[in-house]
């Protein structure tokens, strides 16, 4: 099976940084896209920003200019470098990927477990 494993979340003060990491293991044949979403209490879970195989990236238009996605195949990561952070950053972030497990198969949607990301003073 396959396993998306996040880490680097937790406490920042407004205008501080944090960075966000996640880890595919398991029977993967390949991976397209890779992602970050968000989901904070009492809203539904939307897109943060996500990355292509062929590295194109799209972000929500409220983390332009402050966050910045990137992959590395080699080790099946995906990274969210989360500048000038804000209180409506505030939320529970979840990994993305679609992964095939094997050769002429379709892919599949993975999800991580979540990581809480918290902008307070």
């Known amino acids: 099976q396959v396993q998306l494993v996040e880490s680097g979340g937790g406490l920042v003060q407004p205008g501080g940084s944090l960075r966000l990491s996640c880890a595919a293991s398991g029977s993967i044949f390949s991976i397209n896209d890779m992602g970050w979403y968000r989901q904070a209490p009492g809203k539904q879970r939307e897109l943060v920003a996500r990355?292509?195989?062929?590295?194109?990236?799209n972000s929500a238009d409220s983390v332009k200019g402050r966050f910045t996605i990137s992959r590395d195949d080699a080790k099946k990561t995906v990274s969210l470098q989360m500048n000038s952070l804000k209180p409506e950053d505030t939320a529970v972030y979840f990994c993305?990927?679609?992964?095939?497990?094997?050769?002429?198969?379709?892919?599949?949607?993975?999800w991580g477990q979540g990581t809480q990301v918290t902008v307070s003073s």
């Open positions: 990355i292509s195989s062929g590295e194109r990236t």
């Open positions: 993305y990927a679609q992964i095939k497990t094997a050769w002429g198969t379709r892919a599949g949607d993975y």
